[in-house]
């Protein structure tokens, strides 16, 4: 197996590491995000938008590469594509929302933020659960057959 997954078929601290520090991550830019308004708020936001870029990025490195966790489930559990598939959709789908709000949270009033924002929120969670079905699946899927 590769170093993303320990001999016991499940996920090992890297995959783990990663969903943990994402979460983080994301926390505090929903945080920044409900600040809107509050002294140097669009500052923090900024910043937490670039965090967040940076651990979107990390994320999909960790899952998407050649040696990640969806190359490994492909080879280990193909009934797994469709999901697998549509994660890296959703990966593409955030980085373009981090990408196209960025530039203009210096200009835009909260209420302008909140939608671009909110979608994005949406996005990440419902991201973060389908990434956890997945593993769900992918590690406690029981084939039958066994007593």
């Known amino acids: 197996m590769f170093p993303s997954h320990d001999r016991l078929g499940g996920p090992t601290p890297v995959v783990s590491t990663d969903r943990v520090e994402l979460l983080g991550v994301i926390r505090r ?4 995000v ?5 002294p140097g708020w669009r500052a923090r936001l900024i910043a937490e938008m ?3 870029r940076d651990a979107v990025a990390a994320h999909i490195r960790v899952t ?3 040696d990640g966790l969806y190359a490994e489930l492909q080879d280990t559990a193909p009934r797994l594509a469709g999901p697998v598939a549509r994660l890296v959709r959703e990966h593409a789908t955030i980085a373009a929302e981090l990408d196209s ?5 210096t200009a835009w009033e909260p209420p302008a933020v909140a939608p671009g924002t909110q979608r994005l929120r949406t996005h990440l969670a419902t991201h973060r659960r389908r990434g956890a079905d997945l593993l769900y699946e992918a590690y406690s899927y029981d084939l039958g057959g066994e007593t």
């Not at 830019?29 to 920044?32: D, G, I, W």
Request: charged content about 20%.
């Open 50 to 52: 670039d965090s967040l």
């Open 101 to 105: 709000l960025t530039p203009h949270l």
């Open 64 to 66: 998407e590469g050649p």
């Open 34 to 38: 409900a600040a809107a308004g509050v």
């Open 29 to 32: 830019f929903e945080e920044a």
